[in-house]
């Protein structure tokens, strides 16, 4: 190299290097162009490389964004030629268009209202095209519309703004719908936005998500879709994988930056996370599927302890099913609270008695639930154990009585109303329950509120089983409530079950364990006034043949055979006659 050339190089260099700089584009050149309607420099900077949808500021706001806010209608045509996306959307969620319909009613609206009016109609062709392609996979037609200069993805709305439109799907979920995988690729490679919604607020990869396809849903994953739209009732794409038991999506999902503690809106799930669902899905995927979901889940942050709108955990909702006990267990495993209350007052201990699963109940008392945590009514799980709304045999309660009696159940722990455990299996006749608990120590003649006994309730129930039961332990057969009834007003009593015949039963196993044949509530009403009020003839009978008085008046100076009389039980009063016939004069009722 000659020293001329050493001279001469150096400038070159300099020259091109400053020829380059005065060709690189300039993006502060760029804005305070748009901003000023400067349509050259416009034009010059694109020309340079300045990209026309790029971001131009913290909103995200493209050229063609500015253009419809600054008023420079031409300027918004001279970008459209130039490839601008009128549907772009900013951070406020607002695309070009949007920004034109509002200013409908502003200086120069009607000129806005027309050049959206043109994008439609131009739209409108190509966008049916383009989805009777998708709906027959007819990959190159799409293709073909895709690389059109004039094709535009989506139709304007005729009425309220774009992005709350009531309009057509979006293409990529004409494609998830159609299951063409291929046209899907097309969409995104060509630049569709993946997370344009239908009319339902849904996104492609929640519908992917809903038809189960795991392959779409990968896709638009990749592509960058966003994984925490919600559709009008609050479902993300994490939120319907959980509840179809789709294991490989919800990961995929997590990995992806799925919200885990995202809340559902909808009036049957509401306030529900992702985490609650895994235990209330349609019925889909195995316990081990849900568990494995839940440990994700957890693992990505849910909280394990998250409270729905009826103040409901995960693990109260878990518990209540028999078929997840590995689901529970990991739940368990990961810290859940055993103690927390719903909003009924409920635990989750309590939930585990009433589905009638011992194992579950026993898994429960290992991690530690206290026995005597209560409902706002005063139950414990004890109570609940033997209260009406149960799903498991009377075995299965006896075992779950005898693991929370092990645990330190009180078995005469009282509720608000006073009722023992005791009462409500009395009345609930549950005789072997009845029994567990007086083998633990339960008393036979503690009352409720309206001083009824666990006798009274046994004797009412029906159950001749019980009622021996509690006589052999001790129960005071005259033991009288509030009004004065004693067990033989309850086994008169029309309101009582077993019928006729049981009560008759019931009244003799009374009379022989000391029951008073003519005790008389506050009204002085005795057990046969109510054999004849509610037409009991066998036992009336049994009345009769222990010494009831025929005769005995109500404070209303009733007797037996008034009341039969005055209710037409004939049979009843032929029963009383019999016996000994009733003064024809006495007064009625």
């Known amino acids: 190299m000659t020293a001329m050339m050493k001279r001469i190089l150096p400038l070159l260099c300099l020259f091109a290097l400053l020829s380059a700089c005065a060709h690189a584009p300039d993006k502060a050149a760029f804005l305070n162009a748009l901003e000023h309607d400067a349509r050259e420099e416009v034009t010059d900077q694109l020309d340079r490389g300045i990209q026309v949808d790029q971001a131009l500021n913290a909103r995200a706001d493209t050229a063609l964004h500015l253009a419809v806010e600054y008023g420079h209608l031409e300027l918004a045509n001279l970008l459209l030629e130039h490839g601008a996306n009128p549907f772009q959307r900013n951070r406020d969620n607002d695309t070009p268009i949007d920004l034109a319909l509002a200013a409908e009613t502003s200086p120069g609206g009607a000129s806005w209202s027309a050049w959206s009016a043109d994008i439609a109609k131009r739209g409108e062709a190509a966008y049916q095209r383009a989805t009777e392609a998708l709906r027959t996979a007819d990959i190159d037609a799409l293709k073909r519309l895709l690389s059109s200069d004039t094709f535009y993805w989506y139709p304007i709305p005729t009425k309220n703004r774009f992005i709350k439109q009531t309009g057509p799907d979006p293409l990529t979920i004409t494609a998830v719908r159609s299951d063409c995988l291929i046209c899907l690729k097309a969409l995104l490679e060509a630049g569709y936005d993946p997370d344009r919604t239908n009319s339902e607020k849904q996104s492609a990869l929640n519908i992917a998500a809903r038809r189960k396809n795991t392959e779409m849903a990968h896709i638009l994953i990749e592509a960058g879709a966003d994984t925490n739209i919600k559709d009008r009732s609050g479902w993300t794409a994490l939120m319907v994988a959980v509840s179809t038991a789709n294991v490989e999506l919800v990961d995929s999902l997590l990995k992806a930056g799925a919200d885990p503690d995202a809340r559902l809106t909808d009036m049957i799930n509401s306030r529900s996370t992702p985490l609650h669902l895994s235990a209330t899905g349609p019925g889909e995927g195995t316990d081990s599927d849900k568990a494995r979901i839940a440990d994700m889940l957890i693992r990505a942050g849910a909280d394990i302890d998250a409270l729905n709108s009826t103040l409901d955990t995960p693990l109260h909702i878990a518990v209540l099913d028999p078929a997840l006990p590995k689901l529970t267990d990991t739940l368990l495993r990961h810290g859940a609270s055993v103690d927390l209350l719903n909003e009924k007052g409920y635990t989750p201990l309590m939930l585990a008695v009433i589905s009638g699963r ?156 000391g029951a008073q044949v003519n005790a008389e509530n506050n009204q002085k009403v005795t057990p046969l006034h109510f054999a004849a009020i509610y037409n009991r003839p066998k036992v009336g009978q049994i009345l009769l043949a222990h010494g009831a008085d025929r005769k005995a008046r109500t404070i209303f100076g009733q007797t037996p055979a008034h009341l039969a009389r005055t209710t037409k039980h004939q049979a009843f009063l032929d029963l009383l006659e019999s016996s000994s016939a009733e003064p024809a004069s006495s007064a009625s009722p």
């Open 358 to 513: 011992p194992d579950r109940v026993r898994r429960l008392l290992d991690a530690g639930a206290d026995v005597h945590l209560t409902t706002p009514q005063g139950w414990t799980a004890l109570h609940v154990t033997a209260g009406s709304y149960y799903g498991g045999s009377e075995e299965d309660r006896v075992r779950q009585a005898e693991l929370l009696i092990e645990q330190g159940a009180d078995v005469n722990a009282r509720s608000l109303k006073l009722a023992t455990p005791l009462v409500i299996a009395a009345g609930s006749g549950l005789a072997r329950l009845t029994e567990t608990f007086l083998k633990h120590g339960a008393d036979p003649n503690l009352p409720e509120a309206a001083r009824w006994t666990p006798l009274m309730y046994a004797v009412k129930a029906g159950d001749r089983e019980s009622v021996k039961l509690l006589l052999k332990a001790g129960a005071d057969v005259n033991a009288r409530g509030l009004i004065g009834w004693s067990a033989l007003h309850v086994s008169a009593n029309k309101y009582s079950h077993g019928g006729d015949a049981v009560q008759a039963d019931i009244s003799r196993m009374l009379i022989d364990a």
